[in-house]
């Protein structure tokens, strides 16, 4: 609830019509203008129906949803909230069901909504029944809010998911509750009397201490006597006071440009109220009305000019609405005129329409709408004609930015590339689009030119963002007849998700039937050593027919052997072995000692995104044992036990059974764009022989990733189990990267200007987006250009270095914990020179690491004989988490990294030399993450073991075995189940000998103690 719907007590409607004949020392009254309500508002009409009552519906920014407070939840007499489809109908309760709710609002990007909720208050079942039993009774209390203390404010996700829990945001015993966000949703504006209760961390809400007797004589009776209007960042930080003032402020909304807060604000008595607004750091408090009457319920028009109202000015229990200009220089004009109580009116983003609560004489309130017209309003209220402005982009360009790299710059631009305006920046996605166009405008304003298509800043490309179950899928078994092979075959049709479901790179289409053949775990790997060959195809036909194995590796190997199939026992490896002997279909079955949380294979996209000539199905334990027990004398455990122990068992034939259907597969094509602008060389190339124009000298890049997680659904997230479905804000990864591009190209665009700065290259800014999900962005951008000089992108040989004469990257450089580590300085000799010349008058410690084949966009150049220099701080246990968020981040910093980056692309910008090339090979052992099937939740420091051998750890995952087992941040492993870790190779190496459930032995160094723990492998599938 926004407002005050209880209003006042009956006991003081006498000192109500006293107040109304005047008071002393009030500023003159301005008499409110009556006018015909239709000249205004078209002819209402009803929205809402159901349930016993509804009101205080809000919108979407788009206009397409209503989010409205109703009592219409089973076993619950209190308002719940609810969102309104207003283009389909359709009704979603978005709230838990349980306690009090009221006061919602949706987020600017349409994905979250706020409301108040006491769900958490132990107590709230038992306050419903009372309140279910007192209705019965007939004694029903006239006024229906109570201000409770167990009021918190909640986020939820939208559209709400099953199993989603609300989010609380900047909770504190006391009332918390008619809150909304800002514009650019990075803030939100409350009414809260939390000043007036202790925060000593008790469950149960008292009156502070620092309250007079009286006082918390007067909480006990009136706790809205105490209501403020507070504001906090969008995570619940930073909350401040605005107001201080005996009575209720309350109902406080932003105006469409954010600059504003308009609210109302009952007098010490609570019998009156008129409507205020203030700036949104509290100052410049103005008052609009002066109808010493109940007026409340403000609303700003989408244009800013003026605000609609509620006000009881015609008599004490009616209630029409009003409106009044924006400074309140006119008498407010008269809307609606009709008996009972119109109450809460909003606009529609458009201004268009307009929405309100109405309450007819003895009957329910329900919410209504109406047209809206604007000229009329306007010439009412003695206002120039219409000038709709709206609330502009969800990112404006920041303003004020300074000539030099700055710590106060770089957290806006880090708190605005991660603000819930941008959704986790998911490639692909409206948040990525809101990002990267911000991006884009800040280049602008930076006088930078546009280097993209058509002569924009942005690059689009394609790619596969995931795959999706069609519609024609079926599956179909034969079995043989219950009375042998001379019956009746049993035709059974799995059900897909349940029985069954396809792997994203089966076969499309028709699959014949044919016979099934069980084939073990189907592993092949030649003899080793001491190592047996492994054949579970041996004599066995497999020609057109399926062929069912377990996922895995037998259980009970020894971890040498583990380690020698863990590539043989991959997905992808055991269908090219049953392809090549000419099978039709794989059917892959996790089996009852494989300890999965999933027996089906999740359908999702690999990194090649390439299919294959057969079927590929997973099937559920029970589906593959009925078709194993149909034919033959053997169940499913009792196979996998056998070869979890080591029993060799032959291949055979399932008599009877066939299996044919159809599979369906949708791959989801999307479109992600990178950010590419350019700043000129000062000087133009030399002219060529004849006077023809000289090719310009390669350019120096720039570049850092723009992109992100989303909200965890896409591979990667490590959130924990309370964090799912939360934004991840990405702030070190990698908005603080993004801010340092930024301020580089302003500071370079500057010093160019002023002449400061003489270049004989260009140097091209580049925001990457697709970094996240496999280097996609640069990886196109930079094909792109292999074409347009006539190269072969396909060409694992092709050259960019007559186009690019060095790449500098910044991922994840925001926590500059005491070292800097720059990554890729083998890939050119001049590296080592130009970071001691650019670092010494700043003495920065940097960790120079010699590898090129890194895991970010740096890559993607140096694999085309561009020489790269990447910047890194360092993992954290925040990492592609919900907890990524910019006030973790280290500006003073950050803005160190950028200001040795910006020095480094001057002097290459200047120096008519381009670096040379140094090619490496690749490391000798990968890192196979996608081959692991065993989880232990750390999170290495890929650049910094303080010169030791081991893997240092970042940190570990919440709740994760590593956590359980002790592992902290900064601990060094040595030595993983006896065997010696030297470093991330090693580390990759020795997990894939571990065990799912099979508690390993783990040697940390901590300081300088040895310590060793007993971490228990849990699965990642």
């Known amino acids: 609830m926004r407002n005050r719907s209880s209003l006042v007590a009956l006991a003081a409607s006498a000192m109500f019509l006293l107040s109304c004949t005047g008071l002393p020392n009030q500023p003159a009254k301005k008499t409110a203008t009556a006018r015909p309500p239709a000249s205004l508002m078209g002819p209402a009409r009803q929205l809402t129906f159901d349930g016993r009552r509804s009101g205080e519906g809000y919108f979407s920014r788009d206009g397409r949803t209503l989010v409205f407070q109703s009592e219409r939840t089973p076993g619950n007499p209190f308002y719940q909230i609810f969102t309104l489809d207003l283009e389909t109908g359709d009704v979603d309760r978005v709230s838990p069901g349980v306690g009090k709710t009221t006061c919602a609002w949706i987020h600017p990007s349409g994905k979250r909504v706020l409301f108040s909720s006491t769900h958490l208050d132990p107590a709230s079942e038992s306050l419903q029944q009372a309140e279910i039993a007192e209705r019965e009774s007939g004694e029903e209390r006239r006024y229906a809010w109570d201000y409770d203390p167990h009021y918190d404010i909640f986020t939820t996700r939208l559209p709400s998911q099953a199993g989603d829990k609300p989010i609380p945001v900047g909770e504190a015993p006391g009332y918390d509750a008619e809150a ?295 599956l179909q078994a034969t079995l043989p007849g219950a009375s042998g092979a001379d019956s009746s075959p049993d035709e059974r049709g799995l059900v897909l998700d349940r029985d069954w479901r396809p792997l994203s790179f089966s076969r499309i289409g028709e699959v014949a039937e044919a016979p099934v053949v069980f084939a073990g775990y189907g592993l092949v790997a030649p003899a080793e050593s001491d190592q047996r060959e492994v054949d579970d195809y041996a004599h066995l036909d497999v020609q057109d027919k399926w062929v069912l194995v377990l996922r895995y590796m037998p259980e009970n190997l020894d971890e040498e052997a583990r380690r020698r199939l863990n590539r043989q026992s991959s997905l992808r490896y055991k269908t090219m072995v049953a392809r090549d002997r000419g099978a039709r279909g794989v059917l892959f079955v996790s089996g009852p000692a494989s300890k999965v949380r999933e027996e089906l294979v999740g359908l999702r996209s690999d990194a090649s995104l390439s299919g294959t000539s057969v079927a590929v199905i997973s099937l559920s334990d029970e589906a593959a044992d009925a078709l194993i027990r149909a034919g033959s004398d053997h169940d499913l455990r009792d196979l996998q036990d056998a070869l979890d122990r080591g029993i060799r068992m032959p291949g055979f034939a399932l008599q009877g059974v066939r299996l044919a259907g159809n599979i369906d597969i949708q791959q989801q094509r999307k479109k992600g764009r990178n950010v590419i602008a350019r700043l000129p060389a000062t000087l133009a190339p030399p002219a060529g022989k004849n006077g023809a124009a000289a090719n310009a000298a390669p350019f120096v890049l720039i570049g850092a990733h723009v992109d992100h997680l989303g909200t965890g659904d896409a591979a990667g997230s490590l959130a924990r189990g309370d964090e799912h479905g939360q934004i991840h804000p990405g702030a070190d990864d990698n908005a603080s990267g993004v801010a340092a591009l930024i301020e580089i190209a302003d500071r370079l665009a500057h010093e160019q200007a002023e002449g400061r700065l003489v270049t004989s290259r260009d140097i091209v800014f580049a925001a990457w987006s697709g970094e996240e999900l496999g280097l996609l962005g640069s990886a196109a951008w930079a094909d792109q250009l292999l074409a347009r000089t006539d190269a072969d992108p396909g060409n694992p040989h092709a050259d960019l270095s007559p186009r690019i004469a060095a790449y500098l990257n910044m991922d994840m450089v925001g926590r500059l914990r005491g070292h800097l580590t720059l990554l890729g300085v083998d890939s050119s000799p001049v590296w080592p020179g130009v970071i001691e010349r650019r670092n010494a008058p700043r003495g920065l410690m940097i960790i120079p690491i010699g590898d090129s084949y890194l895991p970010t966009d740096a890559t993607t150049f140096y694999l085309k004989h561009v020489p790269i220099l990447s910047a890194f701080t360092g993992s954290h246990e925040d990492y592609h988490t919900p907890r990524d968020r910019s006030d973790q981040i280290d500006y003073p910093g950050l803005a160190q990294v950028a200001e040795l980056m910006a020095d480094i692309a001057a002097s290459l910008a200047t120096d008519p030399d381009a670096p040379a090339y140094v090619a490496m090979s690749a490391p000798a052992q990968g890192l196979p993450r996608a081959g692991l099937r065993v989880y232990l939740g750390t999170i290495p420091d890929y650049a910094n073991n303080d010169g030791r051998p081991g893997l240092k750890l970042a940190g570990v995952s919440g709740g994760g075995p590593a956590e359980q087992a002790g592992l902290l941040a900064g601990d060094l492993i040595v030595e993983v189940d006896g065997r010696s870790i030297e470093n991330i190779y090693d580390y990759t190496y020795a997990l894939d000998g571990l065990e799912v459930g099979v508690p390993v032995k783990i040697v940390v160094l901590r300081g300088e103690s040895r310590t060793a723990v007993m971490l228990t492998p849990s699965s990642r599938d």
């Open 180 to 474: 909304s966000w800002s514009p650019d949703g990075r803030s939100i504006v409350f009414a809260s009397n939390r000043h007036a209760y202790a925060q000593d961390g008790s469950p149960s809400p008292s009156p502070s201490s620092a309250l007079s007797a009286s006082d918390r004589e007067r909480l006990a009776i009136d706790p809205s006597r105490f209501i403020d209007i507070y504001i906090m960042d969008a995570r619940g930080g930073d909350i401040r006071r605005l107001t201080n003032h005996v009575g209720y402020d309350g109902g406080p909304f932003f105006s469409p440009d954010g600059k504003r807060i308009v609210f109302r604000r009952f007098d010490e008595d609570g019998t009156r109220a008129e409507i205020f607004s203030m700036r949104s750091d509290g100052s410049d408090l103005q008052q609009l009305t002066r109808l010493e009457a109940m007026s409340w319920a403000p609303f700003y028009h989408p244009s800013g000019d003026y605000v609609i109202f509620t006000t009881n000015t015609h008599g004490f229990a009616n209630f029409e609405l009003y409106i009044v200009d924006a400074a309140g220089q006119s008498a407010p004009v008269r809307v609606t005129q009709q008996d009972g109580a119109d109450l809460l009116p909003v606009f529609s983003p458009g201004g268009g329409e307009v929405f309100f609560t109405r309450k007819p004489p003895g009957g329910k309130s329900q919410i209504y709408r109406a047209s809206w017209d604007d000229d009329l309003a306007r010439r009412r209220l003695g206002l120039p004609a219409h000038s709709v402005h709206g609330a502009g982009p969800l990112l404006p360009v920041p303003t004020g930015l300074s000539r030099d790299i700055e710590p106060r710059d770089l957290h806006q631009l880090v708190d605005d590339l991660s603000s819930d305006a941008t959704e986790g920046r998911l490639t692909g996605t409206k948040g990525e689009r809101i990002a990267t166009g911000y991006v884009a405008r800040v280049f602008r304003s930076l006088g930078l030119e546009p280097a993209g298509d058509g002569g924009s800043y942005f690059h689009e490309f394609g790619f596969t963002a995931g795959v999706s179950l069609g519609s024609g899928n079926r």
